[in-house]
């Protein structure tokens, strides 16, 4: 009951910061924020928001994203969602003794400059189209993430030879979801790309239909599960087309008949005999490139990849990774870039323990990295990037060069033989500990994570502490008073963290781009 009430009372101090619930057009959540859709950004209050115990920091894309952590924010959202209910419920009537409306001349004179510059940086149709990709894998993450776990504890109790009685049902669950990932991935594609979700669920069920195996297309038997869910996105965006076009063509008295019929029909012929041929044979090249990548220019490729996550997150084109990641699950049964890319968090962590050194005068930006350094370390690295680097500048170049230098170390493994991967997306940091796996026992893979993060936080450390800091930052930030936005404009670094920008769901994690995330977290 406790934790309830210290939810709802998270929830009800964020609801007035936002403008309350009239100003409230859309709620969701990643895997570890808090989304909402705003019809007046001007009424939001920032810095109170930043303020709360339960926000780690506050981020503008598409939508006003509050990071709320990975577990508190899915149970502060429904909370929250009730709290704006009961509030419409209990508003009063438009007119006389009623709330004043906005005018849109206020509007205007309020938000322009700031919808203009969102626009135009996030609006791009292939950033548009990357948060319809990570808005249909994000869903899937939490399922990801447990399904995984179970497959590690699985794994763990066969290779001790544990309850040999409980094993089978455990493969049973680990392995139930991903044998049906492709029915879900169809289901959210044509949900996200505005047709029927269920049509786009059944077209893509044709995918691992065991019956496939009875058919010939381009001179070879399809197999269960071939082009995965690269072939279940690809069916369904065919599907919500067909659908479309029915609509439009077909009578009204006839639709309910014929157009459900017409999309599976033709969606399913080209699926079998088109789609499932040619998206198996792109899922085995990125298998075949991941894996020839790393086995051949592991160290150099681990240190490019580690080093450019965080600017990737920061444009939002880490959620075109998010089908990449879930295609190498689906076929090896893990991920081998995801270990790479968490490298990235941990620079970020090691450069914020460099900042709390360099900045010893400073008492509150070390109050903000001694509060964000725990969620740093489990992979949730919003707090640190958008409170401390990325405010200061120079910082976030050196927490880059950390995540270059860890994701070298694991790539090098992964050339010298030693797999290192992860059987989930989302989490990072100390998180993905329980979800990691490799070729080489459970033992070899802990150990070269490990390595890897200890590498980055060091090497994030040491490049923050004598290259992050100019003698006019220093000077700057090293007093004993509270910085302002002013301040951090002032020396030349990038805005603060309520800057429009792009989110970060693989999640990550994103975690989430969306998100990458949550767009997986991966930060």
Known sequence: MATEDKNRASAAAILPLVGGAANVASIAHCMTRLRLGLHDRSLVDDEALKALPAVMGVVEDDTYQIVLGPGTVARVTPEFEQLVEEDREAAPAPGPGGPAAVSADDLAAQGAAIKAQRKAKNATPFKLFLRKIANIFVPLIPALIGCGIIAGLNGLLVNLQWLPAVTPALAAMASGFMALIAVFVGYNT????????????????????????????????????QGGVLGALGAAVLAVYVEKWCRRWVP???????TPTLTVLISGLVTIFGLMFVAGEI???????????????????????????????????????????TTLIEQQGYTVLLPILAMAGAGQVGAAMAVYFRLPRNESIRRTIKSALPAGLLGVGEPLIYGVSLPLGRPFITACVGGAFGGGFVGLFNQLGDTVGSTAIGPSGWALFPLLDGNHGLGS?????????????????????????????????????????STVAATGGPAPATTPGPSGGPDSGGTDPGSPAKTPAGV
Request: cysteine-free; proline content about 6%; charged content about 10%.
């Open 190 to 225: 044509a949900k996200e790309f505005g047709g029927t979700p269920i049509l786009g669920g059944a077209v893509a069920a044709i995918i691992v239909f065991p019956g496939v195996a009875n058919i010939d297309a381009f001179g070879q038997t399809l197999s269960p599960g």
């Open 252 to 258: 009204e008295a006839l639709d309910v008949l014929v």
């Open 283 to 325: 899922s085995s090249a990125i298998g075949t490139f991941a894996d020839w990548l790393l086995s051949n220019g592991g160290a150099g490729a681990g240190f490019v990849l580690g080093g450019l996550f965080l600017p990737l997150v920061m444009l939002g084109l880490h959620q075109a990774l998010i089908p990449i990641h």
């Open 445 to 485: 893979t802990i150990a070269i994570y490990a390595g890897g993060l200890l590498v980055g936080y060091v090497a994030g450390f040491l490049a923050t502490y004598f290259f992050g800091f100019g003698k006019d930052l220093l000077a700057e930030f090293n007093v004993s008073q509270e910085p302002t936005p």
